[in-house]
């Protein structure tokens, strides 16, 4: 007999967040106020009279019930980042995502807070586990994105191993000036810092509120996947991640050179993760873009011949040194200042290819192509 289907539950449109901003003094009553604080300065007492959620308040006691709709996004959040850049990660999240105005569950929003405090961790455990899979969908704020606070706290790490082991799709938000950062970062050959990230996570390391809450998270995860599995699964679920939104990025990219150096920025991570297969599409896929977009170009024939230079008005450069002697290959990075600055490097990256090549050439031969992207070191004496 198929198990009955649990209906998602309640939840709020974000474009209410909006209007429970409006119903309290407006944007200048919210700023810099992280989400407890807007729990304790506005949702308890605006919910005072019905002792209930909002959302339930919302539905039952006010004229904004239209509101309220069975959620289909679960938003996992830490409770000590700032609402309203909360908020603003979320509305730019579901715009690039063209979703209208999602009904979100929302742990401040969905949850009794005048009985939270006195509801047993397994209650706790029960409810978010059958609503996250109810729901379906998760989508996590993280931020700031170099050491996102959310892989710091136990509920959320919690969440994200809920959310695979119940089969729920997983993404991530991040706020206008957090998302400029990560694919500038991205761009700019700065991936070493995402994973100086990513191998920071430590689920045990991390903490709670409420130290029952720690003390019984630490148990389940003991007894049903270890620290280490979990501390992998979070890796590779946000590893993931990094790929889909530079896939997304290349999908919506305005012009040639903006495509190019989001392909460019793909086919490091995947080298980075040595998918060197994977590589190969985004590598030639930046190479045919930047022909159309390319700033400057230096090309030899030989070791010793002499180089041909290509300028463009562009300032922001994809810089290509090509080279057709012993070495066969492209080495391709994009740069921030006009290509006429990065004319001493390119020289000196050039003679150091036909002197002795670099030791990142092995990506080179994994890929198996005569044209193939490598790091190239931007500083000779780091090598």
Same mark, same amino acid.
């Given at each position: ?28 009553s919210?700023?810099?106020?992280? $989400?407890?604080q807007?729990c ?8 005072e ?11 039952l006691?006010?004229a ?15 409770w ?8 603003? #990660?979320l509305?730019?999240?579901?715009a690039?995502? &063209? ?15 005048h ?7 397994s209650?706790?455990? #029960? ?8 729901i379906?969908?998760?989508v996590?704020?993280?931020h ?21 082991s119940?089969?729920?799709?997983f993404d991530?938000?991040?706020a206008?000036?957090q998302?400029?950062?990560?694919f ?5 050959d700065k ?11 430590? #689920?045990?390391n991390a903490?709670?509120t409420v ?8 148990a389940?995860?003991?007894a ?8 992998r ?8 991640w ?16 903006d495509?190019?150096?989001?392909n ?26 930047n ?12 070791p ?15 810089v290509?040194?090509q ?9 391709q990075? $994009? ?5 006429l600055?990065?004319?001493p ?6 003679? &150091?290819?036909n002197?002795?090549g670099f ?7 994994l ?6 992207f490598v ?9």
């Open positions: 007999m198929t198990a009955p289907t649990i209906a998602a539950p309640l939840g709020l449109k974000l474009s209410y967040f909006r209007r429970f901003i409006e119903l309290h003094g407006g944007e200048a919210f700023e810099g106020l992280t $989400t407890a807007v304790f300065k506005y949702v308890v007492p605006f919910t009279t019905s002792g209930q959620s909002l959302v339930e308040h919302v539905r006691h006010t904004d019930a239209d509101y309220v709709q069975p959620s289909n996004w679960y938003i996992s959040h830490a000590l980042y700032t609402f309203t850049e909360t908020l603003s #990660s509305e730019l999240f579901f690039a995502k &063209r979703i209208h105005d999602p009904v979100v569950w929302f742990c401040v929003f969905n949850n009794n807070q009985e939270a405090k006195d509801y047993p961790f209650w706790w455990q #029960s409810t978010f586990k059958d609503s996250l899979a109810a379906g969908n998760v996590m704020i993280m700031p994105w170099k050491n996102p606070i959310t892989l710091t706290r136990a509920w959320c790490v919690f969440e994200v191993y809920v959310a695979i119940v089969g729920a799709s991530v938000a991040l206008p000036a998302a400029d950062s990560f500038l970062d991205m761009t700019n991936i070493d810092a995402l994973y100086e990230m990513l191998g920071s996570i430590n #689920s045990e903490r709670a130290g029952t809450d720690k003390t019984n998270i630490d389940v995860i003991a049903e996947i270890g620290f280490a599995a979990l501390d699964m979070v890796f590779d679920v946000l590893d993931n990094m790929q889909s939104a530079l896939r997304e990025r290349i999908h919506k990219s305005q012009g040639s050179l495509a190019a150096k989001y460019a920025a793909l086919a490091g991570l995947l080298c980075y993760q040595c998918h060197f297969d994977q590589a190969v599409a985004p590598c030639e896929a930046a190479l045919q873009l022909d159309d977009a390319m700033c400057f170009r230096m090309q030899a024939n030989t010793t011949s002499s180089c041909e230079m290509e300028l463009h008005k562009d300032s922001t450069a994809i290509q040194v080279v057709e002697a012993t070495i066969a290959a492209s080495f990075w $994009t740069l921030l200042q006009a290509g600055q990065v004319l490097v390119a020289s000196e990256s050039f003679l &150091r290819v002197a002795q030791c990142s050439i092995q990506h080179m031969l890929l198996g192509s005569h044209r193939a790091d190239v070191l931007l500083c000779p004496d780091a090598a």
